[in-house]
């Protein structure tokens, strides 16, 4: 019972951390590693095939492994970052909720680059 429950919620926070790599309001690599913390106490062969997808590999595998991000792939994440919170941003309906964006893409800025560490190569 318990392993089907965190099977399950493994998938439904993978597919959340999917949605989010559309939709700038869902955080992608928080969901992401909910599944690999799922995965890891309900099933090695999800777990293992978790860490084989591209979106593993690209959002959560340097961070999950060394706590680290390098300096190049910031970038390329900051970069899809604007882009999306940019589009979200100019089609949003209310002022506020422009604002609420805007201040939400400076934290995720600040984070990224003075909070998580760069990966040393």
């Not at 970038?75 to 999306?84: G, M, R």
């Amino acid at each position: 019972m318990k392993n089907l429950l965190f099977t399950s919620l493994g998938f439904v926070s993978f597919a959340l951390g999917a949605i989010g790599v559309l939709l700038p309001i869902l955080p992608t690599t928080p969901f992401l590693l909910l599944s690999g913390y799922c995965f890891a106490r309900s099933s090695k062969k999800f777990e293992i095939w978790l860490r084989k997808t591209k979106l593993y590999k690209f959002y959560v595998a340097d961070y999950a492994e060394s706590k680290t991000i390098s300096y190049d792939r910031k970038k390329k994440i900051i970069w899809q970052i604007y882009l999306l919170m940019g589009i979200s941003i100019f089609v949003a309906p209310i002022l506020w909720a422009k604002f609420a964006l805007f201040l939400l893409t400076l934290f995720i800025t600040y984070y990224l680059f003075r909070v998580i560490p760069d990966k040393k190569d």
